[in-house]
């Protein structure tokens, strides 16, 4: 018995090959970004994280619409953009069918959790060669935005960058129909029998565990507080107008939920 | 397959015969079962390792023999185990991956309806491929620092016109008033393909502009207004451009804004846009009119003279004549519009016409007329070391007014690389006022007649020698004069000239016409660790003359011209200088500006009479300022400056000169430069859109050198020498401090500054009389940032001042506080109607308690029609009707009441429409 189960933990450890993909991860949701992410993964586990970034605006919260700096008063301009001491990255766990990350709305640095969402991938016959890598074209849909993905089954893995999952190999290059978001891998590194615990070892949820359910509605509200706060110190000239609440402009537009909810309507 | 198909079709025939509806359905339903049967085929099993335990999340795949295409795909589950389905029939191989395994394919053959089960083992086999790099394809070609949106990907079918379309743009904010920011920055320009006709008068064009017209919006992040600056200077600017459908251009439109109301007289407030914008030429014509207290340039005193900070080719801004007299219209702290007696005109042209593809020509016109009425009456208590006295002025004026402006900008692309820019513009301006003075219970008459002519015209030459280098010379000249002419028909100044005692009136002419030169060579450099280096080389040449006669005039309107009264002025001023600026990035957190001017400068000065004085001088002006950013909350900021400035023309001349009905100055008749040093410290803490905020900010100033004033006051008249004073002091501090309440979506801001100046001067047969100046202010104020229905901002202020004046035998002490109070209530029931209620209170601490508190009411409502073609207004300013306001204020040598008369409560209507 005791042979049984060290064979066991031999086997997984020295079958856990770790794969290591930098991405750049381009977002225009209402402002250009391009940041350096990195993809770490074994057969059973995935890490996506925002790679230590090289300009201080990549640190500052750039997913969010509003980050851009107030009217300048003096010299001091103001950055309404909240700064956390916090690394921003995404956990797939397929043993779990877990999937979390960390994320912030103002001050507040939370854990987000969820299930791995399936996506349904079209395979379409359409190939191109990505560096030496033969690819393959896969569409899908995913919470409100309909993506092209060119994945390569010479690295084969379930997972992907960010939360897209599910394709028999590695997805080399991601774009949105509106190319306002878009994935590219930059570099492909191969460590035979590495310890992934270990390579991620940096990776330390801090925030506060909440579910993507109750997530989406703080997210959604993000803007208005920080609309709300700057509004609210302004000085006499500025008159307040009334302000529409914009559609969402994040990576996500919908949730599976929200259908639901529509389709009951 | 087919069997079973039939099978089911039987059912469905013997269900019909007995409920027909339920059947037909039923019927439809099991075709559907049938076809999807008829269509799949499975495939399932397990995957498993060497050892023979599963592996889970392998990669099983269907592929196609010939060519690899993968026709359906799955993974094992935790288990091993996997299922696919498919319609395909035929051979194909079934393919087998996993990190850390080799890749196995099994040939199947596919019949139709029949389940295949595969199980396999798959071998382990470590990846050992050379880490690879690959090489990134973006899809879309992002230019660096600009965002492009497609108009009609945002829109949602109800914008009208160009902010409407704005608002729905992600990071984009739209106020009410029309400002369009980009993330919390104001755009700097609104372009029209390209064409800037508007500065930050912007408004004009986003909110009359129908969205249809809109193909493309780009922003432009780290813009720089000359763009061969692009990437090498610093730059935190925003601009927007709006690219035209081709459809829309060549076309016409604007909008016309009429307003009319009052009780006792009529009031009216009009103005008309009118636009095009051609491939070739855009034009933008504007009028208004209003007889309620607006100031009709505001509206394009952006377009006039943009403000613009640290441009590179501004040699010799702000250059220009000075005038000597003037009639006392000091406003007190109220917005201009409740003292503006005015009926105010304005028109004016603004072109852009694109030459050839290199060429374009920018052309602004207008022309502003205007009569203006101001009214005051003061009571000014003078305490001096030996006697005090009271006068009292009784103040109405007349002004007619005239404004020509003309100005032409030419831009010349001569090659990629290299630009020529030439601006020029004329002023010519026309004052005429008269006012009626009762001085001490007696009337006088003045009459000032005070015109302005300019010529500016300006050479600007950019080069960019590679994408970190470039080169500007710029050239300007300027031609400024200011002739003033006034006569007073009362002659107020016996003590003075003892043996003129046939005088009737007095009178002053004087002008001073400046000509300016000024050339200037400027090198900038981004080195590759982002440090900037700036380096100027530059001469300017300033020459001044200076003429004014005062004169005595009797029955027969002879003039007599008093010694000592007179001034022929010449004063040259040669500065040949070079700037060095570099800007240190140490960390990304912290840079380090360092700056030194070094100036070489030859000041001539002749006075009539007088021997020339030359004066060569040289000097270093250093600056050194800091900013590091200590982490994410805590910001500090300092500067140190040493700074020598040269005495101005209306510092050197050498006689007595009337400045005003009571009261002439003298100049200091030399050469001099006033030296001084100043620090500054910033700190914040936190950031803006934090819950709390704070900014304080200490600032300490040193003028070793300072003009201060030896004064002969009497009741009727002054008279001021200019002295030169050493180690004069100031220092102040500012504070704010914000927290948010997100229960009541409320901030609190808590404001508080302090100052104080310390001087010497001299008045009468006075010693040295040591002035310190203190005041202090303290407010809190708090404002709701609801984002719908009722908003409210109130806040009160508390401001003391005190003045104390120590000399040997002699010290006096006037100190004051006043409040001001205000309520601000807005409500916006939809997007078609808002409403907004402004209130405000003003106490002051040392006029008699009967009136001493005066309140201020304005009323604004705004329906805006559902296709916004047609919108109304209603306002109402000073609801409570204040007819006069009164003031106190105070100085080292005396205490003063001003009462000043209001423009009464005026109700207007107004109608906006767009054609």
Redesign the interface.
């Known amino acids: 018995m005791r042979h049984f189960f060290f064979?066991?933990l031999f086997?997984l450890a020295?079958?856990?090959?770790v794969?290591k993909v930098e991405y750049?991860f381009?977002k225009?949701?209402?402002?250009?970004v391009?940041q350096n992410w990195t993809l770490v993964?074994?057969?059973?586990e995935s890490y996506f994280y925002k790679t230590n970034s090289d300009?201080?605006e990549n640190n500052a919260n750039q997913d969010k619409?509003?980050?851009?700096?107030?009217?300048?008063d003096?010299?001091?301009?103001?950055?309404?953009?909240?700064?956390?001491?916090a690394l921003s990255f995404y956990h797939l766990d397929?043993?779990k069918d877990s999937l979390y990350f960390q994320a912030n709305v103002?001050?507040d640095l939370y854990i987000v959790n969820e299930q791995i969402p399936k996506l349904k991938?079209n395979?379409v016959?359409e190939?191109k060669i990505?560096?030496?890598?033969?690819c393959?074209k896969a569409t899908t849909s995913f919470r409100g935005r309909s993506y092209k993905a060119w994945f390569t089954?010479e690295?084969?893995?379930?997972t992907g960058p960010w939360k897209v999952n599910?394709?028999?190999?590695l997805i080399?290059?991601l774009?949105d129909e509106?190319?306002q978001v878009?994935l590219?891998?930059?570099?492909?590194?191969?460590y035979?029998?590495l310890d992934l615990k270990k390579e991620v070892e940096f990776i330390v949820p801090k925030g506060k565990p909440i579910s993507l359910k109750d997530f989406v509605p703080l997210s959604d509200n993000e803007i208005?507080?920080?609309?709300?706060?700057?509004?609210?110190?302004?000085n006499?000239n500025?008159?307040?107008?009334?302000?529409?609440?914009?559609t969402r402009?994040s990576l996500e537009i919908s949730y599976e939920w929200e259908q639901e909810e529509e389709e009951e309507d | 397959m087919n069997g079973s198909k039939k099978r089911k079709k039987k059912i469905s025939l013997t269900k019909l015969k007995k409920t027909p509806l339920f059947s037909i359905q039923f019927t439809f339903l099991s075709l559907l079962i049938g076809m999807f049967t008829f269509a799949q085929t499975q495939i399932q099993g397990v995957v498993k390792d060497s050892i023979g335990e599963p592996i889970s999340y392998a990669n099983v795949m269907l592929q196609s023999v010939e060519n690899n295409h993968i026709l359906s795909f799955t993974a094992t589950k935790q288990d091993g185990k996997y299922s696919l389905q498919t319609k395909k029939v035929g051979d194909y191989k079934l393919v087998f991956t996993s990190l850390g395994f080799a890749k196995k394919e099994i040939p199947i053959t596919l019949v139709d309806g029949e389940e295949l089960e595969i199980n396999t083992t798959l071998v382990e086999e470590e990846m050992m491929l050379d880490n690879v790099v690959i090489e990134a394809d973006l899809p879309i070609k992002v230019k660096k620092d600009t965002v492009i949106y497609n108009a009609d990907s945002f829109r949602r079918g109800d914008e009208i016109v160009v902010e409407d379309l704005l608002k729905n743009l992600p990071g984009v904010q739209v106020d009410t008033d029309g400002t369009i920011k980009v993330g919390d920055r104001e755009i700097e320009r609104l372009m029209v393909d390209g064409d800037d006709l508007f500065e930050k008068g912007y408004k004009v064009l986003s909110k009359n502009m129908t969205s249809d017209a809109i193909d493309k919006i780009e922003i432009y992040d780290k813009y720089s207004l000359n763009k061969l600056l692009k990437g090498i200077e610093e730059s935190d600017r925003v601009a927007m451009n709006i690219q035209l459908k081709e459809a829309y251009k060549q076309q016409w439109f604007g909008n016309a804004d009429l307003g009319v109301g009052g009780f006792d007289q009529f009031y009216h407030k009009n103005r008309v846009n009118l636009m095009s914008f051609g491939k070739k030429s855009k034009y933008y014509f504007l009028g208004n009119t209003n007889n309620i207290g607006v100031d009709a340039i505001g509206d394009i005193s952006q377009m006039i003279r943009p403000m613009r900070y640290d441009q590179p080719g501004s040699v010799g801004d702000g250059e220009k004549a000075k005038s000597l007299l003037g009639l006392y219209t000091d406003v007190p702290q109220l917005k201009r519009e409740r003292t503006n007696f005015n009926d105010a005109r304005l028109v004016s042209l603004n072109a852009i016409h694109k030459i050839n593809d290199k060429m374009k020509l920018r052309t602004l016109g207008f022309f502003n007329w205007d009569e203006n009425q101001f009214f005051r009456n003061t009571n000014t208590q003078f305490v001096l070391d030996n006697e005090s006295f009271t006068n009292t002025e009784d103040f109405s004026m007349n002004k007619s007014k005239f404004l020509g402006f003309g100005k032409i900008d030419y831009t010349y692309d001569i090659a990629k690389n290299k630009m020529l820019e030439y601006t020029g513009s004329f002023n010519s301006g026309d004052n005429a006022s008269n006012s009626n003075l009762v001085f001490n219970g007696n009337s006088t008459l003045e009459n000032l007649q005070d015109d302005n002519q300019q010529i500016d015209q300006k050479l600007l030459y950019t080069q960019k020698i590679n994408d970190k280098e470039v080169f500007l010379l710029s050239t300007r000249y300027i031609n400024d004069e200011s002739p003033q002419a006034y006569v007073n028909n009362q002659f107020l100044f016996t003590d003075v000239f003892e043996n003129a005692n046939d005088t009737e009136s007095v009178g002053q002419i004087s002008e001073n016409k400046m000509h300016f030169y000024g050339a200037e060579a400027e090198y900038k450099n981004r080195r590759e660790n982002k440090d900037l280096l700036e380096a100027v080389v530059g001469a300017t040449y300033r020459k001044d003359e200076l003429f004014t006669s005062f004169q005595l005039i009797d029955e027969e309107q002879n003039s007599l011209l008093p010694e000592g009264f007179q001034n022929e002025t010449e004063y040259a001023v040669l500065d040949v200088y070079s700037k060095a600026k570099y800007l240190l990035k140490l960390k990304e957190n912290f840079n380090l500006t360092g700056k030194v001017e070094a100036h070489q400068l030859v000041n001539r000065l002749q006075n009539i009479h007088q021997e020339v004085q030359q004066q060569d001088l040289f000097y270093l002006q250093p600056q050194l300022n800091m900013r590091w950013e200590i982490n994410n909350k805590n910001t500090l900021m300092s500067n140190y400056s040493y700074s020598t400035n040269n005495a101005s023309i209306i510092d050197v001349y050498q006689n007595n000169v009337l400045t005003n009905f009571r009261g002439f100055n003298r100049g200091f008749a030399q050469p001099t430069q006033l030296n001084a040093s100043s620090y500054m410290l910033m700190y914040r803490l936190g950031n803006f859109g934090d819950k709390f905020f704070a900014n304080a900010s200490i600032n300490y100033i040193q003028n070793h050198d300072f003009f201060s004033n030896r004064s002969f006051i009497q009741q009727e008249f002054q008279i001021n020498e200019k002295i030169l004073i050493q180690d004069q002091e100031l220092f102040y501090v500012n504070t704010t401090m914000d927290r948010y309440f997100k229960a009541i979506s409320s901030n609190l801001k808590f404001k508080f500054n302090f100052s104080q100046s310390e001087f010497v001067n001299f008045v009468n047969e006075s010693s040295e009389r040591n002035i310190n100046n203190q005041s202090y202010s303290y407010g809190l104020e708090l404002r709701s940032g609801f984002l719908g229905g009722f908003n409210y901002h109130l806040g009160t202020e508390f401001r003391t001042s005190k003045v104390q004046t120590t000399q040997a035998n002699f010290s006096n002490t006037f100190s004051n506080t006043d409040n001001f109070s205000f309520l601000d209530l807005s409500y916006v029931f939809s997007e078609q109607l808002n409403v907004s209620l402004n209130t405000e209170r003003y106490y002051f601490g040392n006029l008699e308690s009967d009136n001493n508190t005066y309140y201020f009411s304005d009323f604004t409502a705004m329906y805006i029609t559902k296709n916004k073609k047609l919108n109304f207004g209603l306002s109402a300013r000073n609801l409570f009707n204040t007819r006069t306001f009164r003031n106190f204020s105070i100085s080292d040598i005396s205490t003063s009441t001003t009462s000043y008369r209001l423009l009464p409560r005026i109700f207007l209507l107004n109608v906006n429409f767009k054609f």
Do not use: C, M
């Not at chain 1, 619409?65 to 300048?72: A, C, I, Q, R």
């Not at chain 1, 690295?155 to 379930?158: C, D, L, N, V, Y």
């Open positions: 064979l066991i086997s020295s079958y856990s090959q794969t750049t381009y225009n949701l209402g402002y250009p391009t993964f074994n057969n059973y300009t201080k619409v509003l980050n851009n700096k107030h009217s300048k003096n010299s001091f301009s103001h950055n309404i953009n909240f700064k956390l001491d397929f043993n103002l001050e991938w395979i016959d190939f990505i560096d030496n890598y033969k393959q089954t690295i084969p893995t379930q599910g394709l028999p190999g080399l290059n774009v509106n190319s878009v590219s891998a930059l570099k492909v590194n191969f035979p029998a208005d507080e920080i609309i709300k706060r700057s509004r609210s110190k302004s006499r500025y008159t307040s107008s009334f302000i529409k609440s914009k402009h």
